[in-house]
């Protein structure tokens, strides 16, 4: 393995495709969560492959990857029990005019993983799963207005939940008004909602826990004011769904959603998306009912084989090898040696890794204590120069001791930056602009 330790420079080659991207693509990148503005300058602008957890860069560096496709690729890049069964599919073709025998066997596999849900619908994008749980919900209900978590990042790339964004550039005003917030671990938030809006709120949407873990009571809470105010309850589990557990984050902590919706580890990256629930408000997506029809995800892609196969295969591996239990003992032993290191540089409050073990991510704080773009990209651009590219500790199951140990030797190289940033201003240390949050309404 040759992870460089010294600082990685972007060749002219590398820099003239980046302005290339730009001139091409709005952004420079088909997710925004990938574009330049989210890393430092220092950063390799485009990853050309991946194996496992180590991915190179077009000029051939190679760094340990965290974060995985945005946490979709849990098993880790070019799975071989995955590219297998992708590869036996795109040779039997990829889309029929009637459904593959693969659809039941993905609705069988996952309906065995996640066994609060009786039914399930697949599609390709989180955003339409989320989306069509709205859908669905408002049908079921005959409301209009979504209750959504407003403390939590990111439900949907549609109209519904962008409005309620720092960015609601070209969504009017009536479709914004149909969103209202309630916050995170604060139940009397929510019935506040209900309250203020009678008889109007369709569905609570929220994930089950993101860095921050559920106060006692809290999600038994939310179910039962849902049920007291008849509306239905959706837990987003795109980033908990095969990490928390194989059942998502609903079995860890006891609680059966209305609907559910999942996605990223799924199919470790290829695009597979799933809606999930009661059969009774399933159905009305079917036709085997006499009630007025709901258009429930149809697309021409959307039953891809390759894709299915994919899910099948993943949800396998989650069955079959300990994939959960690597998640937390790896983020774990990273989490341990992140604090030791930071402690040692006595930066342990400025800098550190929070979050489930499965799903870490981390603070940077600047000497004011408060989260800091800055001190982010600092720590970013000196993980880099020692071969680690890493937005979150988001791990994988192709992540080893080996990876884990290198990764803390590079946060104790970073630390010592950090620590002296801290002291003697940001700036200096930075070799480019900061990084920026995805939301804002200006660039
Ligand atoms: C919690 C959550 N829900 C929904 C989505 C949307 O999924 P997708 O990007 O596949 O549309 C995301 C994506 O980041 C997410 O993190």
């Known amino acids: 393995m040759s992870i460089p330790q010294a600082s990685v420079t972007v060749s002219s080659s590398a820099r003239a495709l980046q302005q290339r991207a730009h001139e091409l693509i709005p952004g420079g990148a088909h997710t925004y969560a990938k574009g330049d503005d989210q890393y430092p300058e220092t950063a390799p602008p485009f990853v050309a492959r991946g194996k496992g957890c180590h991915v190179w860069d077009v000029d051939g560096n190679e760094y340990i990857e965290y974060g995985m496709g945005l946490r979709s690729v849990a098993l880790g890049h070019a799975f071989p029990r995955v590219v297998d069964a992708v590869r036996k599919e795109l040779a ?38 989320t989306t069509a749980a709205v859908k669905l919900a408002r049908a079921h209900t005959g409301r209009e207005l979504v209750a959504i978590c407003g403390d939590q990042p990111f439900f949907s790339t549609d109209d519904w939940f962008i409005g309620s964004t720092a960015m609601p550039g070209g969504i009017p005003g009536a479709i914004r008004d149909l969103t209202v917030k309630f916050r995170y671990n604060d139940a009397a938030s929510l019935e506040d909602a209900f309250r203020a809006h009678p008889d109007r709120i369709a569905c609570v949407i929220l994930e089950a826990e993101t860095s921050v873990a ?17 509306a239905l309850l959706v837990l987003d589990e795109m980033i908990t769904g095969f990490r928390w557990d194989i059942g998502g984050a609903q079995r860890v902590h006891e609680i059966v959603p209305d609907l559910s919706t999942f996605g990223k580890a799924i199919g470790n990256g290829f695009a597979l998306a799933a809606l999930a629930g009661k059969r009774e408000i399933m159905e009305l997506g079917g036709i085997r009912h006499p009630l007025e029809r709901v258009f429930l995800l149809s697309t021409t892609h959307g039953a891809e084989t390759h894709s299915l196969a994919a899910g ?12 959960i239990e690597t998640l937390y003992r790896q983020g774990e032993r990273l989490q341990r040696g992140v604090d030791e290191v930071t402690r040692r540089h006595g930066i342990q409050d400025y800098l550190f890794a929070l979050g489930r073990p499965c ?11 408060l989260p800091s773009q800055p001190f982010r990209t600092l720590f970013m651009q000196e993980m880099i120069a020692s071969g680690i590219l890493a937005p979150s500790f988001v791990v994988s ?12 030797d590079a946060v104790d190289r970073a630390a010592g930056v950090y620590s002296r940033a801290l002291a003697g201003g940001v700036d200096v240390y930075l070799e480019g602009r900061p990084v920026k949050p995805v939301f804002r309404p200006y660039n």
């Open 397 to 408: 199951y192709s992540h080893t001791d080996e990876d884990i140990d290198r990764t803390i």
């Open 214 to 230: 559920p106060q006692p009571g809290f999600l038994a809470a939310v179910r039962s004011i849902c049920d007291r105010f008849g």
């Open 92 to 129: 039997n073709g990829t889309n029929f005019t009637r459904p593959s025998p693969l659809e039941v066997e993905a609705a069988e596999i996952f309906l065995q993983c996640v066994p609060t849900a009786e039914m399930v619908k697949f599609a390709k994008n989180g955003s339409d799963a």
């Open 359 to 369: 799903n870490l991510v981390f603070a940077t704080r600047g000497p004011d204590h």
């Open 312 to 323: 099948i295969a993943s949800m396998g591996v989650y069955q079959d090898e300990p994939v």
